[in-house]
């Protein structure tokens, strides 16, 4: 097994949910009542479709139902073996494919009550992340006020892919918003499907679909720096779960090179844009698309010009590491240690305060 430090944070897991009628108790009546007699399905995230092989790993995927529903194979997989001290829940479900704005926040609010209430309540180890209807920056300010004063969450969660990039002006009240209350903003993997996935049009397979991901967080990376997010709000944390990361050194010296030729089109980026990812922007270790060889790896660090980076995730329930060989090899203890407790606690100030 790889090098485990007690107290490790995992800063990605996946509860899911079971299915429509476990949401329906924390409707609202007129939501609940739309639902059912309009027959609507559950809302099942199409960027991980359930018999796809990298949804679950074998081992992890249970014989009937959805990997991910149990809290008790959650502790016993996920929590146990990694000597898990909190886990930060982020609930992929179909929020935003909702093109009915009111819709999508009955649907957040019903997730986030569910997370609250079946997980938070039942598993003091447990964190969580405030999704929200990114149809109407309005009405995800609402929820977040909502939510605000449970300190059990720590984050606000969104797709990588959406209407527009995240860097908009339209976008910043929900930056304000998350700032105020010391919440992170987790920009996860997915899409609401309203756009290509990339930038050349729609892809035939789920293969070109998934690889595409990397693009769009590049591309929102660049829209927050450049459009002046850190600028306006610079105490914001900015969480990239599941991008991978070797991808962000050659992004970054790119991106500061032509910086510094066009500075004078964003006069308000003072800082080069790498300079200012290593002080707001994070990323969560799985999937690790790192070489194989803990000397190649090292290079790789040396390369991001930081050990303050990288956040320790295993994305239970999906399959991105085979057995426990969660870390990649040849860290170093204090790596290791800075990437599995160090840095999370750096990066989710809400982590250090006091749950009641």
Known sequence: MSIIHPGAIDCDIHPAVPNLQALLPYMTDYWRDTVVQRGIDALESISYPVNAPITARPDWKPEKGRAGSDLERLRREALIPFGTSTAICNCLYGVHLLFSEDMALGYAQAVNDWIAKEWLDREPKLRASIVVPLQNPELAVEEIERLAADKRFVQVLVPVMGEMPLGKRIYWPIWAAAERHGLALCIHA????????????????????????????????????????????????????????????AHLWRLTKFWRGLRMEIPWVDRTPAEIARENIRLTLQPVDGPPSAGAFERLMEHMQSDELLLFSTDYPHWQFDGDEVLPPGLSSELARKIMVDNPRNTYSRLTETVT
């Open 190 to 249: 997915g899409s609401s499907y309203r756009h290509s996935v990339t930038g050349i049009g729609w892809t035939s397979y789920y293969t070109e679909d998934y690889a595409s991901n990397a693009q769009a967080f590049q591309a929102q990376v660049t829209s927050l720096i450049c459009e002046g997010v850190f600028s306006k709000f610079p105490n914001l944390k900015v969480v990239l779960a599941e991008s991978g990361f070797t991808w962000l050194p």
